[in-house]
């Protein structure tokens, strides 16, 4: 069935980097934009970026432009979000998602993983 | 940025009774770019209408959607105890791809 995977959440402090790893599977991974989207703890989801099916396109929210990279291996079916320069505020609950269409970024979000958890603290 | 406003923050209401939430744009989602989620605490948003007004696959049709331009509305129309849940609204137009704040659906 259609699964995504996230891994690689922790305790980091402020300053240091991290790196997010969504594993997809049951689809074809290669024919689809790929988004990360944040819920810090009581609030809303915060979408955070997106790469295109074929990773040539990438778009990022303001707070996180210039400290997160969004990658994707269509080899390995994964998504990577990279973090430098944590922020406190960066804590929050990292989900990847998948829109339903194939090859297009301007489209909502039907398949979503379980999260993974970032605690950004000293 | 579009910024996205929801309303009421919260609603009150009984199993049965009909449910209208309320999402404004700052500025105008062009082709209905508008989609709307469900969200139940420990679990990821479950997406429940796109472009404004169609439903996504399994859900039922007491959810509906409809506007444009800068004026969206979800309705609920016999609300059912597996309901009570936070809503969020979220724009796919432009990038940066914005959600609301939700509206809490809590019973009364």
């Known amino acids: 069935q259609v699964q995504l995977v996230e891994s690689g959440g922790g305790v980091v402090q402020p300053g240091r980097s991290l790196r997010l790893s969504c594993a997809a599977s049951g689809f074809p991974f290669s024919s689809h934009a790929m988004h990360w989207v944040r819920q810090a703890p009581g609030k809303g989801p915060e979408w955070v970026a997106v790469i295109s099916y074929d990773g040539n396109t990438r778009y990022y929210a303001d707070s996180v432009k210039g400290r997160f990279t969004i990658s994707k291996d269509n080899s390995k079916n994964t998504v990577f979000l990279q973090m430098y320069s944590l922020r406190v505020e960066d804590t929050a609950v990292y989900y990847c998602?998948?829109?339903?269409?194939?090859?297009?970024?301007?489209?909502?979000?039907?398949?979503w993983g379980q999260g993974t958890t970032v605690t950004v603290s000293s | 940025e579009i910024v996205l406003t929801q309303s009421p923050g919260t609603l009150s209401l009984s199993p049965g009774e009909r449910a209208t939430l309320s999402c404004w744009a700052s500025q105008s989602v062009s082709r209905s770019y508008l989609a709307w989620y469900q969200q139940k605490p420990g679990q990821a948003p479950r997406l429940l209408i796109y472009?404004?007004?169609s439903r996504a696959a399994g859900i039922p049709d007491r959810f509906s959607g409809s506007g444009s331009g800068t004026d969206f509305t979800l309705t609920i129309s016999r609300l059912e105890p597996d309901d009570f849940a936070v809503y969020y609204c979220q724009q796919y137009d432009t990038s940066p791809f914005t959600f609301g704040p939700g509206t809490r659906v809590d019973i009364e």
């Open positions: 472009g404004a007004s």
């Open positions: 998602a998948r829109p339903p269409s194939y090859y297009d970024i301007f489209y909502p979000l039907d398949v």
